[in-house]
């Protein structure tokens, strides 16, 4: 439903310097709704959005708007929060009254995945609590899955941080079922339901679950151009060094909230809601793909093999050619997993070339290979090879042939996992 056709004219979004709540107001400002944000600064809010000051727990102000096309957008969250004595619940009942002694035409509180009265952790306990004190034809509880995309903020932020940083990684419910959602996809839904009659509570998050380390591999490949191997930790070591890293004096400390929420998170059926609203959504790998950190993926796979080509580093317009011959050979693709160690060093990328032709990573070296080979590097390195004497190139020669011998045993166990992997 547009603005146009629709009810509700206006947003009064709470939270909206937080990760989902920055990126729906510029949605939906970008769609033509008017934007009210309710917050403690200033700062990062739109020009072209109206600011009111205001913190969780205050009662919620006058505004200069018509209640009845109008929407409260409630994300605002106190992490500090403890759960005896919650603001988070008192603040939303209090606004929530305020919204219904106002005239609003909605109101949606942005809930978890993980709300549920016997959640491991605070947050899904809060989630939960506040969801019994909603009531009446214009309130919702809308449960988010897993967002992802956009800036690396929130989760999706730490997440992020943590695969760039090893080509390994230890994780606590690597093998359970996650959600995932595209951050724009939770905006356009959040203001599809705004508009919509829905009561009780709905779900924005995939109908297609995926394990989590499988989200995390994808998020690897398509946002890093890497290669990831999760290792599995169990809960329970897992809230042990969280314990031990919190009694040692400036010392990193581990947040025992996300480990616990990475642990269990139930899975919501919620097909039917997203085709009530005509939301489709993404895959993990399309989402990311047309992302900023997708896009970024694919010039790092570009500036490894081209510089594995060049036997020296790719410079950034043979690195965009690469990007843009693969995108019109094989269309919006990402990138693949390369090995971290080839990103790192491409030269040992000798080590991990696969010997069938057919395969991903045999195809993009070719493309790399025609590039580089008309490239103004490419031309260089050949004038310098061309102008060496003869001992010199029959040395370079030999020592190719040397490394390819010692690569080959490697290149050959690369290309059967490769193979097993695409069968």
């Known amino acids: 439903m547009t603005n146009g056709e629709g009810r509700i004219r206006n947003f009064v979004v709470t939270g909206a310097n937080g990760y989902i709540g920055r990126r729906f107001v510029c949605i939906a400002l970008a769609r033509g709704y008017g934007v009210t944000v309710l917050g403690r600064s200033k700062q990062g809010v739109p020009h072209n959005a109206s600011f009111v000051k205001w913190e969780l727990g205050a009662k919620l102000p006058d505004l200069d708007l018509t209640a009845e096309e109008t929407a409260i957008i409630h994300l605002a969250h106190d992490w500090a929060s403890l759960h005896e004595d919650n603001i988070n619940l008192v603040g939303t009942k209090i606004l929530l009254e305020g919204a219904k002694a106002k005239g609003f035409r909605r109101f949606l509180f942005i809930s978890s995945v993980s709300a549920r009265a016997d959640a491991l952790n605070c947050y899904g ?171 970024k993926a694919l010039l790092r796979e570009g500036r490894t093999l081209c510089s594995y080509v060049l036997g020296r580093p790719a410079g950034k317009a043979l690195t965009r050619h690469y990007v843009r011959a693969i995108r019109r050979v094989e269309g919006e693709v990402g990138a693949i997993a390369l090995p971290r160690l080839s990103i790192w060093q491409p030269r040992l990328l000798r080590f991990f070339e696969p010997l069938r032709s057919d395969l991903m990573l045999a195809r993009r070296l070719r493309v790399a290979t025609a590039l580089s080979e008309f490239s103004a590097e490419g031309f260089e390195s050949l004038s310098h090879f061309s102008r060496a004497n003869k001992l010199v190139k029959l040395v370079s020669i030999a020592s190719q042939l040397i490394l390819d011998i010692i690569a080959f045993p490697f290149r050959l166990w690369f290309t059967k996992t490769s193979s097993t992997q695409m069968s």
Not at 140 to 163: E, I
Not at 244 to 263: N, T, V, Y
Not at 273 to 290: C, M, S
């Open 125 to 295: 306990r809060t989630k939960w609590d506040i969801e019994q004190i909603l009531y009446g034809p214009d309130a919702l509880a809308v449960r988010v899955g897993l967002v992802y995309g956009g800036p690396s903020r929130g989760m999706f932020g730490l997440l992020v941080r943590l695969v760039s940083l090893t080509p390994v990684l230890p994780m606590v419910g690597s093998s359970h079922l996650v959600q995932p959602i595209h951050l724009d996809e939770v905006c356009s839904g959040l203001i599809a339901l705004a508009e919509s009659s829905a009561t009780g509570w709905k779900g924005l998050a995939s109908p297609a679950p995926v394990t989590f380390a499988e989200f995390l591999r994808c998020l690897a490949q398509e946002g890093f151009a890497s290669s990831l191997r999760i290792l599995p930790v169990p809960l329970s070591l897992a809230l042990a060094v969280a314990t031990f890293s919190g009694r040692i004096p400036f010392g990193p400390r581990i947040d025992k909230e996300r480990i616990l929420g990475l642990a269990a998170t139930p899975l919501l059926d919620c097909k039917a809601d997203l085709e009530n609203i005509g939301l489709r959504l993404r895959t993990v790998a399309e989402g990311l793909r047309q992302d900023a950190i997708g896009k």
